[in-house]
């Protein structure tokens, strides 16, 4: 969420305002494939440096799969990246011995991928997908994760749950990462404007920015925590864990809305650890 445009993408998809109103899962989709498209390069021209090639980063607070474990053992597993982005996390995923296939809306961001994997010698499969419609047979992984990747960018979350337990076998885990619930009241802002509420953390109104002609060019939907762990419970899963990083005290990097600031007066991610039986 942001309450201005970004540039970049925006000035390249005509992006002319903001509005908040309800928009249909399959404009969602198609705006927000077009956006992470157009924004693939100067999203990572900006944030290769925090996310690295090689590395399993959860959230801006700079935790990590490495340290948390919070999908346990890896090895031998397979595993399904939900959102994967340029797929750093399931190229250190596959450097951990897990067999891994990486998804992703946009073919912009899979294109990084691919180029990351020459790169680094670490490649992984990758499939052009929506993470509502996963094209893989039931009960196909031992592991599924997401980090900032699709939960927030769909406008039918329930059935983005419903589709990662169908996949998964039973005894299976699903954790994902989310720009944490309660900062949808506030303006992303990393300073102290950002410390001011402006919306009801009730009011589920998507953002969107929009084109000259009211055409959706970015589509954010907000879910409370209740309502994301009925979406998880729903879906035949157990919520095993909530994980609510604090801002390490030596950590002095702004991330968009993340900062020392607001890192030590509220959280700003929420990571969901969640059991299928």
Not at 1 to 12: F, N
Not at 55 to 82: I, K, N, S, Y
Not at 97 to 108: R, W
Not at 257 to 264: C, D, H, I, V
Request: glycine share 10%; proline share 7%; aromatic share 10%.
């Amino acid at each position: 969420m942001s309450d201005e445009p970004a540039r970049g993408a925006a000035w390249e998809l005509g992006t002319a305002g903001i509005a908040w109103r309800p928009v249909p899962a399959a404009q969602t989709a198609r705006a927000n494939r077009r956006w992470w498209d157009a924004d693939a390069d100067d999203y990572l021209a900006e944030h290769l440096e925090d996310i690295g090639e090689v590395d399993f980063l959860w959230c801006p607070e700079g935790l990590t799969e490495a340290t948390a474990g919070l999908l346990g053992p890896v090895e031998g597993r397979r595993v399904l990246e939900v959102g994967c982005g340029s797929a750093p996390c399931s190229r250190w995923l596959r450097a951990q011995s897990a067999d891994v296939v990486g998804t992703d809306l946009s073919a912009g961001m899979l294109r990084h991928a691919v180029a990351a994997a020459g790169r680094t010698g670490i490649g992984v499969p990758l499939v052009q997908a929506d993470a509502c419609w996963l094209p893989f047979a039931s009960s196909s992984f031992d592991l599924a994760c997401s980090a900032f990747g699709a939960v927030v960018f769909v406008a039918d979350s329930d059935r983005l749950m419903a589709e990662v337990a169908r996949v998964l076998r039973p005894g299976g885990r699903w954790v994902f990462s989310v720009t944490h619930p309660m900062r949808w009241i506030f303006p992303d802002d990393p300073g102290p404007d950002g410390l001011t509420v402006q919306r009801s953390y009730f009011d589920r109104t998507p953002y969107v920015e929009v084109d000259a002609a009211d055409r959706p060019t970015y589509v954010e939907h907000h879910r409370t925590m209740g309502d994301r762990i009925r979406e998880i419970v729903s879906a035949g899963l157990v919520l095993t864990d909530l994980v609510e990083p604090e801002w390490p005290p030596d950590h002095t990097r702004v991330w968009g809305q993340w900062s020392p600031l607001r890192g030590a007066l509220m959280p700003g991610t929420a990571i969901y650890v969640c059991d299928k039986a």
